[in-house]
T-cell receptor, first 113, second 114 residues
Framework: GQQLNQSPQSMFIQEGEDVSMNCTSS?????WLWYKQDPGEGPVLLIA?????ELTSNGRLTAQFGITRKDSFLNISASIPSDVGIYFCAGQPGLDSGYALNFGKGTSLLVTP | DVKVTQSSRYLVKRTGEKVFLECVQD?????MFWYRQDPGLGLRLIYF???????EKGDIPEGYSVSREKKERFSLILESASTNQTSMYLC?????????????FGPGTRLTVT
């Protein structure tokens, strides 16, 4: 599968700050997803995006499916200590390419009180 | 809520041993997946299954096999464990073909091969 380019690799912020991270691909994707992984646990699905230009929120999290279909963004507003973890983007070209997801390498987020 | 469970959280095995990792999901999902996660490499797909007794190779199937005899259970088998198979193994499932990408993960098994 294709590796996605996710940035930044890590972020160290203060509680209350907003956070932005993004993911890019060299090819077009039909689906973008964002996961969060807590230490020692499996990833948890946060947001799924299926349409170019789509903007979807889940509480303080907002994700967008880029209009070019080659990128996606995740924003976290007013961060809190429990936002700490690794955030992964994942994408898929389409069912013709099978069921497997392509993952980014993750953005590690640290939040200080 | 979807529940994906894995048989062990931590496992230590010796080189050459046959290792079984079990995964069970309780939501009648059609698709099940096995990934390994390594620092700096992210998640890589080993095998997946979209139906009972069906399996497909992922990106890194060498050294692994799988078994899906029942819909809710997907097993990963390391035929002869090697030290380069020390890793975090994650199982995931998704409901059907239309929602194949909304994958729900188990807590992971951290395998150490000595």
């Amino acid at each position: 599968g294709q590796q996605l380019n996710q940035s930044p690799q890590s972020m160290f912020i203060q509680e209350g700050e907003d956070v932005s991270m993004n993911c890019t691909s060299s090819s077009i994707f039909n689906t973008w997803l964002w996961y969060k992984q807590d230490p020692g646990e499996g990833p948890v699905l946060l947001i799924a995006l299926y349409k170019a230009g789509e903007l979807t929120s889940n509480g303080r999290l907002t994700a967008q499916f880029g209009i070019t279909r080659k990128d996606s963004f995740l924003n976290i507003s007013a961060s809190i200590p429990s936002d700490v973890g690794i955030y992964f983007c994942a994408g898929q070209p389409g069912l013709d390419s099978g069921y497997a997801l392509n993952f980014g390498k993750g953005t590690s987020l640290l939040v200080t009180p | 809520d979807v529940k994906v469970t894995q048989s062990s959280r931590y496992l230590v095995k010796r080189t050459g041993e046959k290792v079984f990792l079990e995964c069970v999901q309780d939501m009648d999902h059609e698709n099940m997946f096995w990934y390994r996660q390594d620092p700096g490499l992210g998640l890589r797909l080993i095998y997946f299954s979209y139906d009972v007794k069906m399996k497909e190779k992922g990106d890194i199937p060498e050294g692994y096999s799988v078994s899906r005899e029942k819909k809710e259970r997907f097993s990963l088998i390391l035929e002869s464990a090697s030290t380069n198979q020390t890793s975090m193994y994650l199982c995931a499932s998704s409901f059907d073909r239309l929602t194949a990408y909304e994958q729900y993960f188990g807590p992971g098994t951290r395998l150490t091969v000595t």
